[in-house]
């Protein structure tokens, strides 16, 4: 399948979502018009305070996410070199994988009082496992000898990473990115609605949501979605494709 051909079955996926949401639309009295709710979309998205919003939002994923991101690099390293790191860490990292986003969402809201570092905080503790996990298992599945074979010739380290230990990690990495990521998103939005946050997505579509503005709950939901779709296929995707285009 060409290149062409999957962006036509992408495109065709996204207008199929139209009869569905006219039919649901038809048959409830909750779900505004798909044709109303892009009426106003060009005056919503006109307005400043829409993108003061989302940029608080996004603010939070990526400094959370960037701070779980080098947590679970930082733990991944210490247990793929230490018996006993494994062991500890191995327990932190297990816990914070099982642990519910609603609970950690309500408990960094609770420990925090609703402070910024709070919502940052949880994107992180939720995120960090998954990139230690997955960095572990990149650097378990590396090829021994070639490192070693790295070491005889005295490779410098940033040789050695990116030649040796990267080609390994980052199928691993990406992999785990991509489920950070996502959960990020879930998180900060449960956050924002349990915290009370004044400012945010999760904000916004609560006060919508509790005063029944359903236009105005469709609208941010449609932003939402383009937002996530955009950092999945226009950053995460177009950069795993930068870094294996030696393939």
């Known amino acids: 399948m060409n290149k062409l051909q999957k962006q036509s079955l992408s495109i065709a996926a996204l207008v199929l979502l139209l009869p569905a949401w006219w039919i649901a639309h038809l048959n409830t009295t909750f779900i505004s018009s798909p044709f109303q709710v892009a009426r106003l979309l060009p005056a919503f998205l006109s307005e400043g305070s829409t993108w003061y919003n989302i940029g608080v939002t996004l603010f939070r994923v990526v400094a959370g996410l960037m701070l779980g991101i080098v947590a679970g690099f930082i733990a991944a390293f210490a247990m793929n ?141 449609l932003v939402f979605m383009a937002l996530v779709l955009f950092a999945e296929y226009g950053v995460i995707r177009r950069a795993e494709k930068f870094v294996f285009r030696w393939r």
């Open 81 to 221: 070199h230490s018996r006993l790191m494994r062991e500890v860490l191995g327990y932190y990292v297990t816990s914070a994988l099982r642990t519910p986003s609603a609970i950690a969402a309500i408990l960094s809201v609770a420990i925090f009082k609703g402070s910024e570092f709070g919502y940052i905080l949880v994107v992180a503790f939720i995120t960090f496992p998954y990139m230690a996990v997955g960095l572990r298992d990149g650097l378990a599945s590396a090829d021994k000898g070639l490192a070693e074979l790295g070491q005889i010739y005295h490779l410098g380290l940033f040789t050695q990473i990116r030649h040796v230990t990267a080609p390994f990690v980052a199928p691993y990495i990406f992999a785990a990115l991509r489920n950070a990521h996502a959960l990020a998103w879930k998180v900060i939005v449960v956050a924002e609605i349990f915290g009370a946050a004044r400012v945010g997505f999760g904000a916004k579509f609560e006060h919508a949501w509790s005063y029944m503005l359903m236009d105005e709950v469709h609208l941010w939901l």
